[in-house]
């Protein structure tokens, strides 16, 4: 109990250290808000870390893997940019993996990489102003942590919760047509889900 609490106040601080760092200096908000959010999503990503994964190793790659999310998240909200930093920090985060997190193959990864970057660039290529350089960096460094069953449902999740974001403000009057989003954070939001059902949605898929 100890050191779940213990683990649980540390991944707290960690991300609410995150969010002051990547929200310096970009747009404004509510920063009491902000730094609860932080904090909460901090100890989830901790508890969900310990519950999910055994070895040691494991759960500190898979939360680096989280932290690094998060600072995407906030970053491309505050500031409309992804970091090369974090893209470097992925790819570093998946070559540990293959020891802390074994299971995929070297194929896995590799088509991991190239299944959604490669379409968005194409995608960004035809229509220009469609997908940003840090997305399709994002996707590439992603899917080489995540593998290509994983990669594909993130993207997929990513999609339509970026749609239902739009419709909504639409229907809401906020957004009009042609607006520019961050799509950074419904990638994120795309690959926490893909995190945790996406196996599952592939297995059902081809059931």
Request: hydrophobic share 55%; charged share 10%.
């Amino acid at each position: 109990m100890i050191r779940t609490i213990t683990a649980a106040a540390v991944g707290a601080a960690v991300f609410h250290i995150i969010g002051r760092c990547c929200t310096r200096g970009g747009i404004s908000g509510n920063a009491s808000s902000r730094t609860w959010i932080c904090c909460a999503s901090g100890t989830a990503a901790v508890l969900y870390c310990l519950y999910r994964y055994k070895g040691t190793g494991a759960c500190l790659t898979m939360f680096g893997f989280l932290c690094i999310l998060a600072a995407v998240t906030l970053t491309d909200l505050y500031r409309r940019e992804i970091p090369d930093i974090c893209c470097a920090a992925v790819i570093i985060l998946a070559f540990l993996s293959v020891w802390t997190l074994p299971g995929l193959s070297l194929w896995d990864r590799a088509a991991g990489s190239l299944c959604v970057s490669v379409p968005f660039l194409v995608i960004a290529l035809i229509v220009p102003g469609s997908f940003g350089g840090g997305d399709i960096k994002l996707m590439a460094a992603c899917g080489l942590f995540l593998g290509w069953k994983v990669t594909a449902v993130s993207a997929a999740a990513a999609v339509l919760t970026a749609g239902a974001s739009i419709v909504y403000g639409m229907a809401a009057g906020r957004r009009k047509i042609g607006d520019a989003i961050a799509f950074g954070p419904f990638l994120c939001i795309g690959m926490l889900m893909g995190i945790m059902w996406g196996n599952r949605v592939i297995e059902w898929y081809v059931s």
